[in-house]
């Protein structure tokens, strides 16, 4: 080979890597089917039922599995079924926005045992952003369950594999901050971090609108429009982690410049601050977009020719969404889908109108399941993957986190219980 030339070569997989293959299909297979049969899961994945024993067998000694009796009434013995272990732990799911933090604490199977939120304004001072962080997890923990791990979606952009908040638009100079190992120092357990749309995607994945489905798109429509990418139940991030962002497709080549250095991104058409700002240009006395939406039901043609506007730039990114991606379902959520109600049906009529005819009769454009909760309780099932993923690792740091919990009891840190 010439020298200074590179040729991507697939690599072979050596024995570690197929069992790790395998233990994610497993993975995957009890999300989606748990409660479910030691039989039926192999069938379920192709896999032996040695291979099936073993895998179980694995996540049943870290107490993260627990058999449960079948309620079939058939003759013989009834079967016994694999679930999740609710019992287990704590996991704590965060959204922090540029307007609040929320939090979610939910047990091992993703069930919400409590919920809490604040507002928040990020500033240059990342030491008091976290300080607030912190606090909101330490108000959620129940003192009596073991913290298991914690997962927080920011806005992008990300890296999510190194932990860190890069440089977010309007984040109050957040640089390079490394939130997970900083929250991993505080808490002693493992943390998790992803794109606030990317997370939510996974929330409606697997616990919202597209809890059936293997290819969703979600879409945020707030004061930014962001979005994620669900591929094989697996976020699809590209080689940078900026797969799927729609909101900075091109709509209108000579349109309004964006912070990406763009003109005429959906984001600056179809966001919150970029319609309000146009109401007020043209004179339309709103303050939000459910009372611009008021004034367009009212018969105020202004109002009415705005949302038009936004309907029509985001039926066309939408289109060029199916094209490219040809999901099985794509969820908007956010705040102007709260308040515009018309908006889900109208577009969806428009995007089926000009996409490729068969797809037009599958497509499905749906609310989100889960509304401003996405976000949070995606990072409590990327909490959740992880640990099922590496439990030796993952379980390892809350036997250690317990112990350092226990000693420094008294100095504001909570208290965790190991069971």
């Not at 594999?161 to 309007?170: A, R």
């Not at 506007?309 to 102007?336: C, E, F, M, S, W």
């Given at each position: 080979m010439k020298e200074?030339?590179?040729?991507?070569?697939?690599?072979?997989?050596?024995?570690?890597?197929v069992r790790a293959d395998n233990l994610s299909v497993v993975i995957e297979a009890l999300q989606k089917l748990q409660p479910i049969a030691r039989s039926a899961l192999a069938e379920a994945t192709g896999l032996t039922a040695a291979t099936i024993t073993h895998m179980v067998n694995e996540l049943e000694a870290f107490d993260l599995l627990v058999e449960v009796p079948s309620n079939e009434r058939n003759v013989g013995r009834r079967p016994t079924l694999l679930s999740f272990n609710r019992k287990r732990g704590q996991l704590i799911g965060l959204e922090i926005s540029r307007t609040r933090i929320l939090a979610i604490r939910s047990d091992f199977s993703g069930q919400i045992l409590a919920r809490h939120e604040e507002p928040f304004?990020?500033?240059?001072?990342?030491?008091?952003?976290?300080?607030?962080?912190?606090?909101?997890?330490?108000r959620l923990i129940d003192p009596s369950l073991p913290l298991l791990g914690i997962g927080v979606g920011v806005p992008g952009p990300v890296n999510?594999?190194?932990?860190?908040?890069?440089?977010?638009?309007?984040?109050g100079g957040w640089r390079n901050v490394p939130l997970t190992a900083l929250l991993r120092e505080r808490f002693g357990v493992p943390c998790w971090l992803d794109d606030d749309a990317k997370a939510a995607a996974y929330g409606e994945r697997w616990f919202g609108a597209g809890r059936h489905e293997e290819t969703l798109l979600y879409i945020s429509l707030r004061s930014g429009v962001g979005s994620g990418l669900i591929v094989g139940d697996r976020v699809y991030r590209g080689a940078h982690e900026l797969a799927g962002e729609i909101g900075h497709t091109t709509i209108h080549v000579d349109g309004p410049l964006?912070?990406?250095?763009?003109?005429?991104?959906?984001?600056?058409?179809?966001?919150?601050?970029?319609?309000?700002?146009?109401?007020?240009?043209l004179g339309v006395e709103a303050h939000s977009p459910a009372e611009l939406h008021r004034r367009a039901?009212?018969?105020?043609?202004?109002?009415?020719?705005?949302?038009?506007?936004?309907?029509?730039?985001?039926?066309?990114?939408?289109?060029?969404?199916?094209?490219?991606?040809?999901?099985?379902?794509?969820?908007?959520?956010?705040?102007?889908?709260?308040?515009?109600?018309d908006l889900i049906g109208t577009v969806a009529q428009r995007v089926k109108g000009r996409s490729f005819g068969y797809l037009s009769k599958d497509i499905r454009i749906v609310e989100s399941a889960l509304d401003s909760d996405a976000a949070a309780l995606g990072a409590v099932a990327i909490a959740r993957h992880n640990i099922l993923q590496n439990p030796a690792a993952a379980l390892q740091a809350t036997e250690v986190q317990a112990v350092r919990a226990a000693e420094v009891q008294g100095s504001g840190t909570v208290k965790h219980l190991h069971t």
């Open positions: 200074g030339r590179s040729r991507s070569i697939r690599q072979g997989r050596n024995l570690p890597e304004q990020p500033t240059a001072q990342v030491a008091e952003g976290l300080a607030a962080v912190s606090g909101v997890i330490r999510s594999t190194q932990g860190t908040v890069i440089e977010p638009p309007n984040f964006c912070e990406c250095g763009n003109r005429g991104c959906l984001e600056t058409l179809v966001s919150v601050p970029a319609i309000m700002q146009e109401a007020r240009r039901v009212s018969g105020d043609l202004v109002a009415g020719n705005i949302k038009d506007r936004v309907y029509l730039y985001l039926g066309a990114a939408l289109v060029n969404a199916v094209n490219h991606y040809d999901p099985a379902v794509i969820v908007l959520g956010g705040q102007l889908v709260r308040s515009w109600p």
